[in-house]
T-cell receptor, first 109, second 115 residues
């Protein structure tokens, strides 16, 4: 069964609002990756976090890895219509990469 | 570079029919993977090949077989398709062998419907 839980499943925001998706694992992860999938497209790698408490930024996107390496979050500041898509976290544990269910983001202009 | 390519893009099968999904990468990657994507389920690993000549089961291997034909190509076969195999199938590759901390590059996907 699914071992990396991601919430929420859907998020609808007005353009300019912020957005956050959360990823949780019951066990410690070696690292975590984030991917974005545009509607009708394929997942594209965004970033990887490895260290406990790590924070990385890519323009309006902020990624965090929890201190216990069991959770992670992706925060988008001031969403734009180009941010539309599904965001997946993928946790690496015991040599395997486990994907969360994804959070589908829609942005109303 | 084309990256990861998959054929076909779309396919409709009848229950019991067989077919092979093809995947190729031109990035000289060691590892290749097959995932299926269903609504609300994320990406689930079917099979993977850590390096040429090796294949291993993932989370949902039942009803599928794979062949790592060479370093470039990794095919997925459905011997007797079932409606439960209706899904979008993604092939992916990564540079290093095994499950090292590296990026996975995905193909465009195959949308399969089994009637």
């Amino acid at each position: 069964g699914q071992q990396v839980m991601q919430i929420p499943q859907y998020q609808h925001v007005q353009e300019g609002e912020d957005f956050t998706t959360y990823c949780n694992s019951s066990t410690t992860l070696s690292n975590i990756q984030w991917y974005k999938q545009r509607p009708g497209g394929h997942p594209v790698f965004l970033i990887q976090l490895v260290k406990s408490g790590e924070v990385k930024k890519q323009k309006r996107l902020t990624f965090q890895f929890g201190e216990a390496k069991k959770n992670s979050s992706l925060h988008i500041t001031a969403t734009q219509t180009t941010d539309v898509g599904t965001y997946f976290c993928a946790g690496r544990r015991g040599g395997k990469l486990i994907f969360g269910q994804g959070t589908e983001l829609s942005v109303k202009p | 570079n084309a990256g990861v390519t998959q054929t076909p893009k779309f396919q409709v099968l009848k229950t019991g029919q067989s077919m092979t999904l093809q995947c190729a990468q031109d990035m000289n990657h060691n590892s290749m993977y097959w995932y299926r994507q269903d609504p609300g389920m994320g990406l689930r690993l079917i099979y993977y090949s850590a390096s040429e000549g090796t294949t291993d089961k993932g989370e949902v291997p039942n009803g599928y077989n794979v062949s790592r034909l060479n370093k470039r190509e990794f095919s997925l076969r459905l011997e007797s398709a079932a409606p439960s195999q209706t899904s979008v199938y993604f092939c992916a590759s990564s540079a290093r062998g095994g499950w090292d901390t590296d990026t996975q590059y995905f193909g465009p996907g195959t949308r399969l419907t089994v009637l």
